[in-house]
Nanobody
Framework: QVQLVESGGGLVQAGGSLRLSCAASGSKFSMNFMGWYRQAPGKQRELVAAITDVGSTKYADSVKDRFTISRDNAKRTLYLQMNSLKPEDTAVYYC??????????WGQGTQVTVSS
């Protein structure tokens, strides 16, 4: 059973920064293909950033040049550095697999609220 625990969210003013973390546990888990997703109220969950086994990254156009995804394989932790935050970045942020054809069980997510 894979468990994903997101943390690091909070309330921040527009233009501020936050760093999200996702700690993973479980025997059948790989850090190789992971992504950060977000879901705003009334909207579908969307992929905002992803990282592959060789470290290639991709970002949604809305967060490009502001967000950076990274990971620490030894700590089994995924990160999302978010800079120049905007009110439209307000959402619950989740981590999960990306590009594997399946998802692990979703964690509780971490709330990010950006005030104008």
């Amino acid at each position: 059973q894979v468990q994903l625990v997101e943390s690091g969210g909070g309330l921040v003013q527009a233009g501020g920064s936050l760093r999200l973390s996702c700690a993973a546990s479980g025997s059948k888990f790989s850090m190789n293909f992971m992504g950060w997703y977000r879901q705003a109220p009334g909207k579908q969950r969307e992929l905002v950033a992803a990282i592959t086994d060789v470290g290639s990254t991709k970002y949604a156009d809305s967060v490009k040049d502001r967000f950076t995804i990274s990971r620490d394989n030894a700590k089994r932790t995924l990160y999302l550095q978010m800079n120049s935050l905007k009110p439209e970045d307000t959402a619950v942020y989740y981590c999960n697999a990306e590009g594997l054809g399946h998802y692990y069980s979703w964690g509780q997510g971490t709330q990010v609220t950006v005030s104008s």
